[in-house]
T-cell receptor
Framework: DAGVIQSPRHEVTEMGQEVTLRCKPI?????LFWYRQTMMRGLELLIY????????DSGMPEDRFSAKMPNASFSTLKIQPSEPRDSAVYFC???????????FGQGTRLTVV | DQQVKQNSPSLSVQEGRISILNCDYT??????FLWYKKYPAEGPTFLIS?????DKNEDGRFTVFLNKSAKHLSLHIVPSQPGDSAVYFC??????????????FGQGTILTVHP
């Protein structure tokens, strides 16, 4: 398997624009996680899904953030409208039930100017 | 409130010597602990883990120790190699075994191993 695949790797956008980040989990994994890494807050969990259903979105910072998982092989994280403080590296991760580690994608570096 | 803390932002070690990375936590509900390694421009990769019912887990050059009473864990790397130079994250899970991907991370420690 190619691992967790995220796209794009880099995104630069202007404040106020909509941004969509994409993730393809490892086949067979039924947990999917979105994390964000910033200098101030480190790596923090935003939301996670089990069998395509959102389980815990308490880490989503504001209503401007939304995430979906329409099927087992695809998830999106959307920011609308984007703000400069959303600039960060966003990671997607997946694991299988009972699996003792999560597998991370390479991340999307988002810059909002 | 930072529930997982890595108080040393950086550590420098000579090749062949031992590297010891430390981590403290405050949440008594954490039942599983993991160490991840991260290279620049890559995602974190799993290194080693330990359940709260154990006090030691070893995998090759890597050993993790857990002291529950002190809410402290440490990662030992022996011998250290230049390829070990990376950022090391301590992480903890309170998911009760339902998913070890629901993690609370420390801030990370930059390990540099000098040849």
């Amino acid at each position: 398997d190619a691992g967790v695949i995220q796209s794009p790797r880099h995104e630069v956008t202007e404040m106020g624009q909509e941004v969509t980040l994409r993730c393809k989990p490892i086949s067979g994994h039924d947990y999917l996680f979105w994390y964000r890494q910033t200098m101030m807050r480190g790596l923090e969990l935003l939301i996670y899904f089990n069998n395509n259903v959102p389980i815990d979105d308490s880490g989503m910072p504001e209503d401007r953030f939304s995430a979906k998982m329409p099927n087992a092989s695809f998830s999106t994280l959307k920011i609308q409208p984007s703000e400069p403080r959303d600039s960060a590296v966003y990671f997607c991760a997946s694991n299988y039930p009972g699996g003792t580690e999560a597998f991370f994608g390479q991340g999307t570096r988002l810059t909002v100017v | 409130d930072q529930q997982v803390k890595q108080n040393s932002p950086s550590l420098s070690v000579q090749e062949g010597r031992i590297s010891i990375l430390n981590c403290d936590y405050t949440n008594s509900m954490f039942d599983y602990f993991l160490w991840y390694k991260k290279y620049p421009a890559e995602g974190p990769t799993f290194l080693i883990s330990i359940s709260s019912i154990k006090d030691k887990n070893e995998d090759g050059r890597f050993t993790v120790f857990l002291n529950k009473s002190a809410k402290h864990l440490s990662l030992h790397i022996v011998p250290s190699q230049p390829g070990d130079s990376a950022v090391y994250f301590c992480a903890a899970s309170d998911a009760g075994g339902t998913s070890y991907g629901k993690l609370t991370f420390g801030q990370g420690t930059i390990l540099t191993v000098h040849p």
